[in-house]
């Protein structure tokens, strides 16, 4: 049981945890949302919020740096202050993600390396760190090349120093809705059939998983299973499968995106995105071969408890880790 806590710097500079639907992150409110779902709120400490998941029994916890960086990743103190205070206390996993890559400091020119970057947040007490953006990007050339490696991409500078179990990979993908397979002009997409309920707008019941990066904000020509696929064999240990089409939308995990992804690669699958009941774990773990699950919203809004997730997969004949 993975819980994600998606942590932002609110207008005062303070580190809040928030959640809002479909990668929005702005602070609103939607009209007409039913107890709080909808629009975006601030939902708490990451630290407390942290350490309460730990105490209800989370298996692992997955800090996700959704600020706009104000300061180059390593001058980002308030991140690193909460992984370094959360690894006092809490003695499950850590991720972080966000800003995992190679930068330039604006001001001096300084040039830092993704994998300095990385090791700046293990020493602060991760355990695992996300790439986003740079996956995409990392497996766009990995294609081009005819499947060649080059050693600098960050999956594999940081794979090769600290492990491919410390490499987790967040893939962002959206359905891109086809009437027939042939109006899908790239033969190296993977269309995938869906259930009647998750059809298109036009009935469709085909799509293809369009990666995205910038956090869903630019889309990409490529897919997630290409992706999932470039990033295991440049080292990375661990996907992190999100869907923008279910983010927020509480109606269950996209089953057939975790089945696609989950099939063609042999590192574990982390389902994410949709969880809005204990309903939803079960049916995902039943229906495809991921590894974990992750949630974010319903607990944070308590509407949710991890126990209670814990015990309808134990009554439903799944293992569930207990503390």
Known sequence: MVVALDVRQNDHGDLVVTKGDQYDVRENEKEGAIEGRGGVR?????????????????????????????????????????????S??????????????????????????????????????????????????????????????????????????????????????????LAKKEDCKNANHVIVELDEDQAGPNGERLCWYQCTVKGGREARDICAVTVSKAAEALGAGEIMLNCIDMDGQCNGFDHALMKAVGDAVTIPVIASSGAGNEQHFTDVFKATNVQAALAAGMFHREEVAIDSVKKHMKQSGLPARTH
């Open 42 to 86: 601030n939902l708490g400490k990451p630290v407390q919020l942290a350490a309460r998941y730990y105490k209800e029994g989370a298996d692992e916890i997955a800090f996700l740096n959704i600020t706009s960086f104000r300061q180059g990743v390593l001058e980002d103190m308030p991140m690193l202050q909460v992984l370094e205070e959360s």
């Open 88 to 177: 006092r206390s809490i003695f499950v996993p850590l991720t972080v993600g966000g800003g995992i890559r190679s930068y330039t400091d604006p001001v001096s020119g300084k040039t830092w390396d993704a994998l300095e970057v990385a090791s700046r947040y293990f020493r602060a007490g991760a355990d695992k760190v996300s790439i986003g953006s740079d996956t995409v990007e990392a497996a766009e050339e990995y294609v081009a090349s005819g499947g060649k490696k080059t050693g600098k991409t960050s999956i594999e500078k940081i794979s090769h120093v600290y492990g491919a179990q410390a490499v987790v990979i967040s893939v962002d993908p959206k359905r891109v809705y």
